[in-house]
């Protein structure tokens, strides 16, 4: 693991190519070279889709190594969108139509799904059994997509507005890969020592109407990653995502959910750029 240096964070790059769609996302910047991006992880974090004004340092390179490690754990299930790697925090990436949902699969009750269940027992159309409690594992992977929004909010969609957005035939296949690629990792952090509670996939088309598996891929980010030995349901877990930003968020900064985000203490920055580094090494077994 690295020290941690609280100013060697890389919030935002300026190369010599143009911005894909002439934008930044929330976390990376991607760069148009033609008929492929150069896309590149910088150490912005996000909470509640609400981009925070400080960075978490070696955060980009967790996420970009750590998403290479899986696109090629996972390229015998699904194709995706990877050309080659550049650096530690950098892939060139084949250039997509996106596919304007995220696809999430939920293994364990936790966060929106329980507020979901908590409501009426159901989550995304998913009627779940009585009786279950928070951090609970479900006794079956559920798919629960949501909208994908460059601003705001992702939302909730049932199966029937994702059939109207990308038709039926393609709904299935989406809902199959994604509980497949889910039920694939969550074995293998599983052995790791690491419980995958849920995690977000994302899809795009090539031109030929290929589908394959695009932006970024089970990292801390897009998962809820717990520690197997410190697991017990019923209350809030330990974790090596962002969860800890959250919570500061919520319980001690009291914020609304609402930009502009609070300031992060240099505390939790630096117990969040620790997580990040230990999940990578955990998983992968690579020193970071």
């Given at each position: 693991?690295?020290a941690?240096?609280?100013k060697?964070v890389?919030i ?14 929330k ?7 033609g008929?492929?991006l ?41 194709p ?20 304007p ?12 799904s329980l507020?979901?269940y ?16 928070k951090?609970?594992?479900?006794p ?14 992702d ?15 393609r ?8 509980i497949?690629?889910y039920?694939?990792a ?12 849920d ?21 801390p980010?897009s ?7 410190k ?9 090596y995502?962002?969860q800890?930003?959250r ?9 609304n ?5 609070p300031m992060l203490?240099?505390?939790v ?11 990578y ?7 970071f």
């Open positions: 693991m690295r941690i240096d609280l060697n890389v935002e790059t300026n190369l010599q190519y143009p911005l894909y769609n002439n934008k930044r996302g976390v990376r910047d991607n760069y148009d070279l008929d492929r150069l896309m590149v992880s910088t150490d912005r974090i996000s909470a509640f889709d609400v981009a925070l004004p400080n960075g978490i340092p070696y955060k980009g390179e967790v996420l970009n190594l750590l998403s290479l490690w899986w696109f090629n754990q996972t390229s015998h299930i699904i995706n969108h990877v050309i080659e790697p550049v650096d530690r925090r950098s892939m060139m990436v084949k250039k997509v139509e996106k596919l949902i995220e696809a999430v699969v939920r293994g364990y009750l936790y966060g929106s507020d979901a908590l409501k009426d027992g159901i989550c995304c159309g998913v009627s779940l059994p009585p009786g279950l409690q951090a609970d594992r479900l079956y992977p559920i798919f629960t997509p949501t909208t994908k929004a460059d601003i705001g909010h939302e909730p969609m049932t199966m029937e507005q994702l059939s109207g957005m990308i038709g039926e035939e709904v299935k296949y989406v809902e199959d890969v994604s497949k690629l039920q694939f969550r074995e293998i952090t599983e052995h790791a020592g690491i419980i995958t509670a995690t977000k996939f994302e899809f795009g088309l090539l031109p030929d109407g290929t589908l394959i598996l695009i932006d970024e891929l089970l990292t980010d998962s809820r990653f717990w520690p197997k030995e697991y017990s349901p019923c209350k809030d877990q330990e974790s995502d962002k800890p930003v919570d500061w968020l919520i319980k001690v900064a009291k914020w959910k609402q930009p502009p985000a203490p240099p505390e920055v630096t117990d969040t750029s620790r997580r990040y580094q230990e999940g090494e955990k998983l992968t077994g690579l020193e």
